[in-house]
Structures are given as structure tokens and as C-alpha cells.
């Protein structure tokens, strides 16, 4: 199986802040990468999918980037309403497997 | 409006068993990769099991020979027959579908509607 690592576990910033997560596969997954965000007591919502492409109605200060076994997961100006935590998965290999996740909230 | 509807979960002992099943509307189940994805309590999400558009069935090691996922076309409903039991099954179960699109240069699969969700809770 494909394990999937994130860093941090979780962090605290400002409105307005940059936000980056990084996301380790075991393995190289080329681009077979997506992020969700969810919010507590919601269900997943993909924010990013295959690496690098916005999810529909996502807003643009989500991004992500990186290919083989490192990627990148960046929100560019932090709101409010992005607390929530974010995972990665990869689509690779079955099973599909899921990062640990990272958990953001306003400092 | 195309949505994901879950059953009911419940309380089950050890070893016990219950179907749990996702009732979907505006788009067809048997066109589509349909999973389940589930989320122990305070912990991460775990994927499950899909059922591909033509049939084929996979699942996750922790509940192979368990767990069966199944779908009934006509009534447009995805199921997960849950077996066996364990503790450790505790968690909130979605039903997901996945976007998929697959060529020789390009490939993509992302769960792209989720359900809400139901809780089954394995305990005696």
C-alpha cells in the first residue's frame, strides 16, 4: 500500500496569512493527487484534484502543486472560513489512501 | 439535485452485521465508480471499498472477507453489507462518487459527491 504522510499535523495563523502543507507518498504517484478539506461535521469537499487543478467553485487562493513523491498544498491570504482540516490522498494504486491530515485554525 | 442519501447507522455488538445503504439521485449509480469512505471518531478518513461501473469490486485489506459493497440499478442505491463486526469498524460511513476519467495521457479520480454520512457504532 501507498502511505501518505503530512506535515504539520496542524498549525495556527492569521487572517491573511500563508498557509502551506506538504504531503509525502511512500512512493512516486506522478500526479495522482488530490486534497480535500473538511470541516467539522462535514462530509470531505475536493478543493485540489490530480496535483494541481481547482476543484469547481473553489476559490483561487487554493493551490497545489508537485509530481513523484512531494506536493504542495497552499492557501495564499487565510480566511475564516477555511478552518477545517486537509487531507491528501493518492489515486495510484488501490487502496486509495488518505494522508493523516493537517488540522488549521486562526491564530 | 444530484446528492448522496445515507441510511440510518446503529448500534451493533461484536460480531453482529447490518447493511447500510446510500440512495442516490440525479445522476445513475451504475455509470459511475461508487464508494464507501469512512472516519473513526476524532481520526482521518479511510477508504473502503468501490464498486466500478462494470461491477468489479476492491476493497481495503482491513475489511476484505467482511464488508461487501453492492448497488441495485433499478432502485438507484449503493449498498455496504458489514459482517463480522469489530470495534474497531466504529465510525462515520459515507458513500462517495468518483469522478473518473482515464486516457493514455491523462488520468483522474477524485471523490466528487460525498453523503452525509451515518454512524455506526460497534459495542456491547
Known amino acids: 500500500d501507498i502511505q501518505m504522510t503530512q506535515s504539520p499535523s496542524s498549525l495556527s495563523a492569521s487572517v491573511g496569512d500563508r498557509v502551506t502543507i506538504t504531503c509525502q507518498a511512500s512512493?512516486?504517484?506522478?500526479?495522482?493527487l488530490n486534497w480535500y478539506q473538511q470541516k467539522p461535521g462535514k462530509a470531505p469537499k475536493v478543493l485540489i484534484h490530480d496535483a494541481s487543478n481547482l476543484g469547481a467553485g473553489v476559490p483561487s487562493r487554493f493551490s497545489g502543486g508537485g509530481s513523484g513523491t512531494h506536493f504542495t498544498f497552499t492557501i495564499s491570504s487565510l480566511q475564516p472560513e477555511d478552518i477545517a482540516t486537509y487531507y491528501c490522498q493518492q489515486y495510484d494504486n488501490l487502496p486509495l489512501t488518505f494522508g493523516p491530515g493537517t488540522k488549521v485554525d486562526i491564530k | 439535485e444530484v446528492q448522496l442519501v445515507e441510511s440510518a447507522g446503529g448500534l451493533i455488538q461484536p460480531g453482529g452485521s447490518l447493511r447500510v445503504s446510500c440512495a442516490a439521485s440525479?445522476?445513475?449509480?451504475?455509470?459511475?465508480?461508487m464508494n464507501w469512505v469512512r472516519q473513526a471518531p476524532g481520526k482521518g478518513l479511510e477508504w473502503v471499498s468501490v464498486?466500478?461501473?462494470?461491477?468489479?469490486?476492491y476493497y481495503a485489506d482491513s475489511v476484505k472477507g467482511r464488508f461487501t459493497i453492492s448497488r441495485d440499478n433499478s432502485k438507484n442505491t449503493l449498498y455496504l453489507q458489514m459482517n463480522s463486526l469489530r470495534a474497531e469498524d466504529t465510525a462515520v460511513y459515507y458513500c462517495a462518487r468518483s469522478y473518473y476519467y482515464d486516457s493514455d495521457d491523462y488520468h483522474s479520480w477524485y471523490f466528487d459527491l460525498w453523503g452525509r454520512g451515518t454512524l455506526v457504532i460497534v459495542s456491547s
Open positions: 440525479g445522476f445513475p449509480v451504475s455509470r459511475n465508480y
Open positions: 512512493q512516486d504517484i506522478s500526479t495522482y
Open positions: 464498486i466500478y461501473s462494470g461491477g468489479s469490486t
